[in-house]
């Protein structure tokens, strides 16, 4: 499977942001997918997951109440968003999304637990 990752772009601090990732090669719902960001000079953080059997979600506490990870409703898209609310300077980073499968619950939020990678979207937060 191929992703592709967009929507990123410049937002005000508390202004919002989605970000898309479209699987092509292979149904987004056959895999566990997952957001992760890198700011510069930091190494890639998990941010959040969505898992393919159900609506589980997960996400890093400094997102929570913020950040929603969903997929289009009947999957025709084959598409993943990450909704991004109340947006903080701190959040500014390349945002890549991710997928995998047979993923444990213990290891979504590590990134080798995820054989597939879109190349990133950059999310800047400033005044």
């Known amino acids: 499977v191929q992703l592709q990752a967009s929507g990123g772009g410049l937002v005000q601090p508390g202004g919002s942001l989605r970000v898309s990732c479209v699987a092509s090669g292979g149904a987004s719902s056959r895999f566990d997918m997952g957001w992760f960001r890198q700011a510069p000079g930091k190494e890639r953080e998990f941010v959040a997951a969505?898992?393919?059997?159900?609506?589980?979600?997960?996400?890093t506490d400094s997102v929570k109440g913020r950040f929603t990870i969903s997929r289009d409703r009947d999957n025709a898209k084959n598409t993943v968003y990450l909704q991004m609310n109340s947006l903080k300077p701190e959040d500014t980073a390349v945002y890549y999304c991710?997928?995998?499968?047979?993923?444990?619950?213990?290891?979504?939020?590590?990134?080798?637990?995820?054989?597939?990678w879109g190349q990133g979207t950059q999310v800047t937060v400033s005044s």
């Open positions: 991710a997928a995998g499968q047979g993923i444990i619950l213990s290891a979504y939020r590590q990134a080798s637990s995820y054989a597939y």
């Open positions: 969505l898992r393919r059997t159900g609506s589980t979600t997960l996400y």
